[in-house]
């Protein structure tokens, strides 16, 4: 069965400070790959979606960046983080379209 | 915008009763899902209504779909406290390229 794991869990940041959220899945081959962020109490905000390896589109100017450097790992990173970047990260991966399974997701607080 | 809007933002019902939750979009679709979110999880998903179906069941959970109107509904029949979470639609649009719009979501409580 699939399985996605994302970490850190929570993470408690500096403004200033570099950023990498970590997300990969477990068997299956060739998904595409999703970053969201929900701020509190209001719903999803897609930021990055892959297709392949190396392939990244951005839906949402910002100074995060996302890299797909293996088939079944997506990292979500910062060189320089804002307090406007505080939130609730959820990675996704979805079989070439249609439902999509979230990971536990990651709260990031910059302070 | 594409975004899907939930109705109601928030609702509070007790166990044993049905809750209705609201969905409404803005351009053609190839799909839409419902989600549920339990307090700082992550999203499980529900059920999926393609463009060309009207009515989908999954146990307790009722999805309609009227592609006329742009809405679809989510009817929880005979809730428990366990259905207290966020419920969440997303709609794969035309053109969307494999991608999700969620809605802002519906706050579901049920107390005993």
């Known amino acids: 069965s699939q399985t996605i794991h994302q970490w850190p869990a929570t993470l408690v940041q500096p403004v200033g400070s570099p950023l990498s959220l970590e997300c990969t899945v477990e068997?299956?081959?060739?998904?595409?790959l999703y970053w969201y962020r929900q701020a509190a109490g209001r719903g999803l905000q897609l930021l990055f979606y892959s297709v392949g390896i190396g392939q990244i589109s951005s839906e949402v100017p910002q100074n995060l960046s996302a890299s797909r450097p293996q088939d079944r790992q997506f990292i979500l990173s910062s060189k320089k983080l804002l307090l406007s970047d505080s939130g609730f990260y959820l990675c996704a991966w979805s079989p070439q379209g249609d439902t999509q399974y979230f990971g536990p997701g990651t709260r990031l607080t910059v302070l | 915008s594409q975004q899907g809007e939930e109705d109601p933002q928030a609702l509070s019902i007790q166990e044993g009763e049905n809750a209705t939750m609201n969905c409404s979009y803005k351009?053609?679709?190839?799909?839409l899902q419902w989600y549920r979110q339990n307090s700082g999880r992550g999203l499980v998903h529900l059920i999926l209504i393609r463009s060309n179906e009207r009515e989908k069941h999954s146990g307790r959970l009722r999805v309609t779909l009227d592609t006329s109107k742009k809405s679809s509904s989510l009817l929880i029949t005979a809730s428990r406290a366990a259905d207290t979470a966020s419920y969440f639609c997303a709609t794969d649009f035309w053109g969307g390229g494999n991608k999700l719009t969620f809605g802002t979501g519906t706050q579901l409580k049920v107390e005993l």
């Open positions: 351009t053609s679709i190839n799909n």
């Open positions: 068997g299956t081959s060739n998904p595409n």
